[in-house]
T-cell receptor
């Protein structure tokens, strides 16, 4: 079945450093969503990308959707301790319509 | 609008017992999905209900079942609990798009 691979699994950075997580699929995606889960919390929707090559920004967060719509990335500029958490990408299965989540990237930020 | 609510928030059961978890979606949302989250397996899709009908189902054994009521509230039942069922069970509701709005989850511990 359709899978969404997310890397890296973990990332430790010093506060102020940049961070990127990548999401890849072997099949073309209709759209991709990104969620953030704080420690002890639940996933919270961040953004949805739909168009090929789309780039969206939310303050220090930059989201990209690949030209072939098979990959996506989330980049955080100058991380802060408030960025700590697990970032998930999610894509709708073209066959079933189910939302399939990547394994997540857990970000730790050292102050 | 009030967010997604889940009850109970914490639950301790023993092997062989059964459990029922409840989810109330955001007002106006007709789709409710259930996910199991464990440290090793990430977010695993259980099933989705829309207008009282199961629309999608994940790869879980028949011990996991659910239903949705006419007011869109949903319940999830796990029978004959196993140790491996210990997890955070998340409910998410959505409106027209597949953007998921998650509840705080029910932390189930099976002893």
């Amino acid at each position: 079945g359709q899978q969404v691979m997310q890397i890296p699994q973990y990332q430790h950075v010093q506060e102020g450093e940049d961070f990127t997580t990548y999401c890849n699929s072997s099949t073309t995606l209709s759209n991709i969503q990104w969620y953030k889960q704080r420690p002890g919390g639940h996933p919270v929707f961040l953004i949805q990308l739909v168009k090929s090559g789309e780039v969206k920004k939310q303050k220090r967060l930059t989201f990209q959707f690949g030209e072939a719509k098979k990959n996506s990335s989330l980049h955080i500029t100058a991380t802060q301790t408030t960025d700590v958490g697990t970032y998930f990408c999610a894509a709708s299965s073209s066959n079933t319509g189910k939302l399939i989540f990547g394994q997540g990237t857990t970000l730790q930020v050292k102050p | 609008k009030a967010g997604v609510t889940q009850t109970p928030r914490y639950l301790i059961k023993t092997r062989g017992q059964q459990v029922t978890l409840s989810c109330s979606p955001i007002s106006g949302h007709r789709s409710v999905s259930w996910y199991q989250q464990t440290p090793g397996q990430g977010l695993q899709f259980l099933f989705e209900y829309f207008s009282e009908t199961q629309r999608n189902k994940g790869n879980f054994p028949g011990r996991f079942s659910g239903r949705q009521f006419s007011n869109s509230r949903s319940e999830m039942n796990v029978s004959t609990l196993e140790l491996g069922d210990s997890a955070l069970y998340l409910c998410a509701s959505s409106a027209k798009s597949d953007t998921q709005y998650f509840g705080p989850g029910t932390r189930l511990t099976v002893l």
